[in-house]
Each structure stands twice: as C-alpha cells, then as structure tokens.
C-alpha cells in the first residue's frame, strides 16, 4: 500500500519538501530501579506514523512522519551502559509514545564497586571531621561483607572458567 505522498507524487501533485514541519517532541525520561522509560508526546500521530530502532552501539532512534500536513521528527538516544537494548517495548496510547528499556541486572562485581565508592566518599566527608585512615576502617563492620562479595565474586569466575573447560573438551 503506497502512502498518501508517494500517491500524491503518482499524480504530480507532489508536496514540495518547503512544506514539510519538522517538529521537536515534547520528551520525559525516567530512570526507574529496573527499566528507563522515555515518553514522546506525539499528538495527531498514529502508531502506523513511526519506526523505532536500536542500534548495536546502543542508540535508539524514532522516526516519525504524519502524512497530513506533512509533519515529521526525528529523535535519537544513546542509551546507559546499564541498559539492555535488546529488550525495548513500545507502547503508543494515541498522543504518547512511551520506550520501556529493561536495565541489565546487577552483577556481584557492580554491587562491590558501589559498596567501596559508598566507603570511599564516606571516608572523605569523615576526613574534615576526625578522619578515619582507610577505607576499610570507614567500612567498619562492613568491611567483611566486602571480603565476602569478592571471594564470591572470584568463585564464581573460577567455577564458570571450569565448566567451559569441562564442556569444550
């Protein structure tokens, strides 16, 4: 089925391209504890007007064009690296076009960065008041949680290096 431009084109009754607005979304991102939601405010649109794609860079991209009155908008995004692109839905409820994009869950690895970042910026914001000298002593008892997530952490690498072994073999 041809649409209304190139039907208009069959009939030489093109519209020259001078006509054509482009418009700039009204856009709202949230970042919620396990997905990013991005909402477009796309009045006049129907869901049949626009094309969403993610990219293997992970760059999502939305592309719209209203045949009536020639209107058209073009937006894309770079996506977090916490973001799984492979799981974006869309959902259009006749004037908003909302982007659900699944975070990737958190490794064992990531929990252990933020948990020293935490320690860290605790010991720097004690060292104007009495300082403690390392951040293992800001931890407190904490530190042997600390000790615990690495161990698993390297336990883990170690058992999954032992299965691939085992079943490459």
């Not at 504890?33 to 405010?41: D, G």
């Not at 605790?122 to 951040?135: F, L, P, R, V």
């Amino acid at each position: 089925m041809a649409s209304s431009k190139a039907q208009r084109a069959a009939k030489g009754d093109a519209a020259p391209e001078a006509c054509v607005a482009d418009i700039d979304p009204k856009i709202e991102w949230l970042d919620g504890a396990n997905t990013y939601v991005i909402r477009l405010n796309l009045p006049g649109f129907k869901k049949e007007d626009f094309k969403v794609q993610v990219d293997s860079g992970g760059r999502l991209t939305v592309r719209g064009e209203r045949p009536a009155g020639y209107v058209r908008f073009h937006k894309a995004f770079q996506l977090p690296p916490t973001a799984n692109p492979d799981g974006v839905a869309r959902r259009f409820d006749g004037a908003v076009l909302s982007l659900t994009v699944p975070k990737q869950p958190a490794t064992g690895k990531d929990m252990v960065v933020a948990r020293l970042a935490e320690g860290k910026e605790w010991c720097a914001a004690a060292e104007g008041a009495a300082a403690a000298s390392t951040w293992a002593e800001a931890l407190g008892g904490k530190g042997q949680m600390v000790a615990a997530a690495v161990a698993g952490l390297a336990l883990g690498a170690f058992l999954a290096h032992r299965l691939l072994n085992v079943t490459n073999s």
